[in-house]
């Protein structure tokens, strides 16, 4: 069978996290139809990432070396009609269906910027956001237009966290916010560690923002959706979903370009649970599906292990 979407996932210091999200992409959508390709940055428990690459050998693993560079190759490349982006603190925990998204993102539908794993409709209303129902080819589903939306998550079109695009549309994106990115690729691809102390300092930030140039998945997420903020006239202006199947579990911080909300504690460290993994120990992630959440982000009470019984 065609595969039909391509799942990119970022992972850094997580391979437990990660082994969570792989396993849950499994179940939920079918591995059938998904090639994920896992771009890895290489820091700590190198050994633990291979066994988990071992055992999710069906994955392509690019190993980070511009952060820039190795994701547009991997968009401009895409040969699926579809991309999902995942990170590892995401897990799904509910069915998706590829012939909504198909309805959803199809040619046919003009309206459509991307279907949102994440969005949940009670939430949204509860807070004040305007949903509106649509059926598409048989299909219930609702939408909000992202470009007027009041609450965070809706104004958010760009979600590096369980959302799903048109391949094309991304690379619309990504080849119209270019230019001058691909100058600060140029110039400091030789040097990483020139351009990591840079972004650090207020000014050289500034300028990277102003050339859209990302060196890491929250810079990237947070300058595109920039991007597209300020070019909304030229893109789809509804972001589509039938359900809430996939959150983000905030445990720990392994990026700090960008502060997160993190709310775990020192059984959550990265440390911690590459000590764990070490010891056979695994994400319930069926606990998630048993008892699915109604928010976009968790903490700790829904991180649970435990060690699966080989067959």
Not at 32 to 37: F, N, P
Not at 82 to 106: E, K, M, Q, R, W
Not at 177 to 204: D, M
Request: overall charge neutral; aromatic content about 12%.
């Amino acid at each position: 069978m065609t595969k039909r979407i391509t799942s990119i996932v970022f992972t850094k210091n997580r391979p437990l996290q990660l082994h969570g999200y792989l396993e849950s992409l499994q179940q939920q959508l079918s591995p059938s139809l998904v090639q994920t390709v896992i771009l890895y940055k290489v820091d700590r428990f190198r050994e633990e990432y291979n066994q988990l690459f071992q055992q999710f050998s069906d994955c392509i693993v690019i190993r980070e070396s511009n952060y820039y560079t190795d994701l547009n190759k991997i968009i401009d490349q895409a040969q699926t009609d579809y991309i999902l982006f995942g990170v590892d603190d995401v897990i799904l925990f509910d069915h998706v269906n590829i012939d909504v998204v198909d309805a959803a993102l199809s040619g046919h539908n003009q309206e459509a910027f991307g279907f949102s794993l994440r969005l949940n409709r009670d939430w949204l209303t509860e807070h004040g956001q305007t949903v509106e129902p649509c059926a598409l080819n048989g299909h219930d589903l609702w939408s909000v237009s992202w470009q007027d939306a009041k609450t965070p998550d809706a104004r958010y079109p760009f979600d590096l966290s369980a959302s799903i695009y048109s391949t094309r549309l991304l690379q619309k994106i990504h080849r119209g916010s270019r230019p001058l990115a691909s100058r600060c690729e140029r110039l400091l691809a030789s040097n990483p560690h020139r351009l990591r102390q840079w972004g650090k300092r207020s000014l050289g930030k500034s300028f990277l923002k102003r050339a859209r140039y990302f060196y890491d998945p929250n810079t990237h997420e947070a300058w595109t959706h920039r991007w597209c903020r300020r070019n909304a006239g030229q893109l789809p202006p509804k972001l589509f979903f039938q359900r809430q199947c996939a959150c983000a579990l905030h445990l720990n911080q392994v990026n700090e370009s960008i502060k997160n909300t993190t709310v775990g504690n020192e059984n959550h460290t990265v440390d911690y649970f590459n000590e764990q993994y070490q010891k056979g120990f695994r994400l319930d992630i069926n606990h998630l599906a048993a008892n699915k959440p109604s928010l976009w982000e968790l903490g700790p009470e829904y991180c649970i292990l435990h060690q699966p019984v080989l067959e």
